[in-house]
């Protein structure tokens, strides 16, 4: 019999990110394995912008609107991917009428909170808790960040690994970019949490390239004029930059994932990064250097084999992110019992 999932999703386009090509990529797979996914986005309500990113846009809806819209889809099962003001309403409703949902971990926010606020994390984590350990299981990329979860309290934690598109994201693309060599490269959201300085300060030969957009961007020009930020990129362009490059630098020690870190192996790019969650889990046997000293990291990767970074992404695939994803799901009661005598005009 074929499954109905409902996403609920703070996070969606015409956002860049990890958690959108995600979720997208998930659906997709989905629909091969016979499976219908809809999902409930800002898309359906006004919206404002998130304080220190105003092209992220959150919708704070009524509650009738998120049940009618659980109701317009009567699904099996209810996933609740953000934190945000979707999800919360999401949550309220859910537990109100006793819905069984599930939801994922993507980004740490308690760490991206006391970056730019004198809010203490334990405070964060505390609210985190409340939102996840309410449900029927919290899905995390790699078994690092799970431990790490489970030692701050959070509750029936479930891995839900990440995939890459192997065909757009190919060594064969790799070009001349008119640049001195060797070339390292950042790709991601232009912001505080991911610890761009640590990467541009480090004394390397060549050149730095930089690819993405977000608060920080102007600063860091300024800053780092030798630098060459390169904006937004997307498609074949950015996996074109991808293959091009000589490693990839991931300076971040608080992604809980980093989609990036694929794409740059699939192209044939080694990478160097923190020995942090995320990084360990996926270069932990091959396919990168981990150090705490990423200037020596950058060096050596320049060292390792292309071919071999493009073996390592090939051991994740969005396939297995879905299969897991719907493992997932086992044990957790489908919603057709709860769905039963409620219908619209009832207490939400």
Known sequence: MEKTILVVTDAWHPQVNGVVRTLDELARSLKEQGVTV??????????????????????????????????????????????????????????????????????????????????????????????????NGMMVATASLGTEMAARGFHNIKRWTRGIDATLFDPALRQDLSLPRPIFLNVGRVAVEKNLPAFLDLDLPGSKVVVGDGPDLATLRQRYPDVHFLGKRMGAELATIYASADVFVFPSRVDTFGLVILEALASGCPVAAFPVTAPNDILGDGGGVLSNDLRQAALDALKLSREDARRKALTFSWGECARQFLSNLDGVPSNAFARRGRRIGQTV
């Open 38 to 135: 809809h999902f409930l986005t800002p898309e359906r309500f006004a919206t404002f912008p998130l304080p220190f990113y105003p092209d992220i846009r959150l919708a704070p809806p009524m509650r009738r609107h998120v049940a009618d819209a659980i109701d317009a889809v009567e699904p099996d099962y209810i996933h609740i991917a953000t934190e945000g003001p979707l999800g919360l309403v999401a949550r309220a409703v859910c537990l109100r009428r006793k819905l069984p949902f599930t939801t994922s971990y993507h980004t740490r926010f308690p760490e991206f909170v006391s970056a730019r606020l004198p809010i203490p994390e334990s405070w964060s984590y505390w609210w985190l808790r409340q939102f996840h350990n309410s449900g």
